[in-house]
């Protein structure tokens, strides 16, 4: 991942929702390495098995890095 973000990566879509991709800790240390502008939490919520506080998750990369979070709510946009 550290490769990756060695390219300059804008945004990154990235899972939390932790039972069938990573999870909130993982996503975390992904932004980390990736270093991307800015960054959405994807694939949580949709069922019980994958949900996740997306504001926490968001709080916390906006605290430990200096990436941009965003929390989407269905049917909203984001643009670049």
């Known amino acids: 991942m550290r ?3 060695e390219e300059g990566i804008d945004l990154a879509l990235l899972p939390i929702g932790d039972t069938f991709t990573m999870g909130p800790d993982d996503a975390l240390r992904a932004v980390k390495l990736i270093e991307p ?3 959405i939490p994807v694939h949580y919520n949709s069922w019980a098995v994958i949900e996740q506080d997306a504001e926490a998750w968001a709080a916390r990369v906006r605290k430990e890095t200096n990436t941009a979070a965003h929390v989407l709510q269905p049917g909203e946009v984001f643009s670049l």
Do not use: D, S, T
């Open 37 to 39: 502008k800015h960054v």
């Open 3 to 5: 490769l990756i973000g």
